[in-house]
């Protein structure tokens, strides 16, 4: 099976926010697997927030993306060439090795999918890392309990709508806070109590304050920034603050657009924990969660959501549209 | 035993930062004790830092100061009249009844001290709810471990101090932070492995990483802002910070001195835990704390310091004193 796979390199790196002039789509060959390769067609790819990171240099707890390699991520493929009996051609597989078309790998670096009724791709999404970020940061880091009042900002996008959704299931009060009409209307739609547009609030914390009545229990931070202010303004004694993304802290060489909370005194008087996590760090648990994540969405629980764009051409612009928030739920790239 | 006690009252409610001009002296009759009272006269009584909240309305998780009434606060004093048989004359107490010099009151108003060899002060400070907050910061809610590295600011202040020989005695690396020669002078006297005098510093973030070479695993908040910031730049993954204290984020109507921390993004990418706790939610403990504690001081494990000022009419000023960071150790009024 030699032929050609398309594939989108880092052809610099950023100087400022990051711009489709830093990413360039390649042609390149592509011979036979090699002996214990299997070779993969990717159906799927995911865009994800830490991606951002990966494009400068010190990015933290993640590695730089490569200039003039081919930028990873995760994708789910069909193995269309295989010198490995145990991947037959048809086998369905993860992998971090998205942004190409096609790619010859050992079977060690693939990760076999058991996808059930599902469709694919939402082991990208909420059956993904994404789902498990969500779950992890709510019921394992956060202890969430049935009648409690948990915010979570970001709720329209990929990981808030999940947690959205997990946190509803467990019988808690869910105010979730989206930029815009309809992401707000989504989010109604799904059974969320109470919405808050954060392009049309003229003061996050009294629109917060007004929708928790007698305060929130627990914070889900995908935002930081004024959210987090105003999140601590309205917590209960003993809330805990799950903080697991920052998007308005920018990153890498990008210059928050928010400021920082000047309240964090509250943390004190209000007993508040406060607690980082990277999803990263619970990988292992990828395959049990991805199982009972099935069972709720086949139950109807979980609704899958993305938003989808054709074509690896299109990926870089799809990485840039979600730090612009253009994302309803996960932003995913259809690459057949 | 009818005489006289004086006693200090809030005369008004500080507009901007606390002044003397906000405190009355006072002098009223003190009548005998009534049935089931005793008459105490006070020995010594403490200052702290909560107090500059109760000063302003809306003080949060506590309760204003009255105008017009006597502040409160810790103090140990000794019983001068009795109509309890269980209290009788020269016992020693502690109760909530300072800044007056005597005053009548039900037993249930008091608790009564077991100080063994120790002098009396020492239950308002390293043996009293001071030591208590040190203890539980670094016991109960980091959780220290032998060897790891812990940064402690204020570390010359009340809590910090008890703190630094608390993680001491552990077998921590002791990193503290404090304004000035003689502060960090008498740290390293106590044995603190590494001093940084934050007037002298240029960066501390820079002071930081030098003292701390690998990287802290706990940080000891006794201050916010820049220290908080420089915390989090040091900090190794899965630290623990305890927000003990946040003096430079002011309190009540008071601006902060130092600007809040830009780089929360850190607390996500390394997964710290900030914690704040407030040492009132764990009065239960006072006495078997005392207990151990009495027994660390006289072991030399911990030293007793206190900055000292004599007779009431001085306390207010060793308020305002304590909020300028004037004191080496624990802030304390010799009433007699």
């Known amino acids: 099976m ?9 052809h610099e790196r950023p100087t400022g926010a990051p711009a489709l002039s830093n990413f360039r789509l390649e042609t390149v060959e592509l011979p036979p697997p090699a002996e214990n390769q299997v070779q993969v067609r990717n159906l799927w790819m995911s865009v994800d927030p830490y991606m951002r990171r990966r494009l400068y240099d010190d990015p933290g707890y993640t590695t730089s993306f490569v200039i003039g390699q081919p930028l990873e991520g995760a994708a789910v493929g069909r ?33 076999r999918l058991k996808i059930g009724d599902l469709p694919p791709e939402v082991f990208l999404a ?45 019988g808690c009060t869910v105010i979730g806070s989206a930029g815009g009409l309809e992401k707000c209307e989504y989010l109604t739609s799904i059974g969320v109590h109470r919405v808050i547009d954060y392009h049309a ?3 996050l914390s009294a629109a917060l304050r007004e929708a928790a009545g007698s305060g929130i229990d627990v914070y889900f931070d995908n935002v930081g920034g004024e959210h987090l202010q105003a999140a601590l303004d309205v ?48 990988l292992s648990e990828t395959d049990t969660f991805a199982a009972e994540m099935s069972s709720w969405i086949k139950s109807g629980r979980v609704k899958p959501k993305a938003t989808t764009k054709i074509g690896l051409e299109s990926a870089p612009a799809a990485l840039l ?11 995913l790239v259809r690459l057949t």
């Open 79 to 111: 193995v269309t060439a295989t010198n490995d009996p145990g991947y037959p051609i048809g086998t369905l597989v993860l992998s971090g090795l998205g942004w190409r078309e096609a790619f010859n790998a050992p079977v060690s670096a693939l990760n």
């Open 321 to 331: 549209d979600l730090f612009r928030g253009a994302n309803l739920g996960k932003m």
């Open 201 to 203: 609030a003229r003061s």
């Open 235 to 282: 917590a209960n004694t003993f809330a805990r603050f799950v903080l697991c993304g920052m998007i308005s802290q920018g990153s890498g060489r990008i210059a928050a657009s928010s400021p920082p909370p000047t309240n964090l005194l509250l943390a004190i008087t209000k007993r508040i924990r406060l607690q980082g996590f990277i999803v990263g760090d619970y």
């Open 126 to 170: 909420e059956a993904g890392t994404t789902g498990l970020a969500a779950y992890i940061g709510l019921v394992r880091i956060a202890g969430i309990k049935t009648k409690e009042t948990i915010f979570i900002s970001a709720a329209a996008g990929a990981v808030g709508l999940v947690a959205c959704q997990i946190a509803l299931a467990q």
């Open 2 to 10: 030699t032929g050609v796979s398309r594939q989108v390199v880092l």
